[in-house]
């Protein structure tokens, strides 16, 4: 069974900065793409930013240039170095593992950008 947990959430200043991080179980980590997903209020979660086995990287539109997805398959660890930081960016963010049938996610950690 695998299981994600993220952490490295919290309160930020606009334009301050932050960096996510997830631990995965099992042992399909380096096989696997992960994400990183964000939910704000009264919004449909929507994706950040992903990272193939390879290490192949897609962002949104929104966070291009001021967030960095990485990977470290020895830790089974993923990364979110989130810059610039605005209300916008305000949100849970969910990590996310997917191979094949697999779709694996934590439960979240919550972001709020405010002065």
């Known amino acids: 069974q695998v299981t994600l947990v993220e952490s490295g959430g919290g309160l930020v200043h606009p334009g301050g900065s932050l960096r996510l991080s997830c631990a995965a179980s099992?042992?399909?980590?380096?096989?696997?793409?992960m994400g990183w997903y964000r939910q704000a209020p009264g919004k449909q979660r929507e994706v950040v930013a992903t990272?193939?086995?390879?290490?192949?990287?897609n962002y949104a539109d929104a966070v291009k240039g001021r967030f960095t997805i990485s990977r470290d398959n020895a830790k089974n660890t993923v990364s979110l170095q989130m810059n610039s930081l605005n209300a916008d960016d305000t949100a849970v963010y969910f990590c996310?593992?997917?191979?094949?049938?697999?779709?694996?996610w934590g439960r979240g950690t919550q972001v709020t950008v405010s002065s």
């Open positions: 099992g042992s399909i980590f380096s096989r696997s793409v």
């Open positions: 996310n593992m997917r191979r094949f049938t697999l779709d694996v």
């Open positions: 990272i193939t086995s390879s290490g192949d990287t």
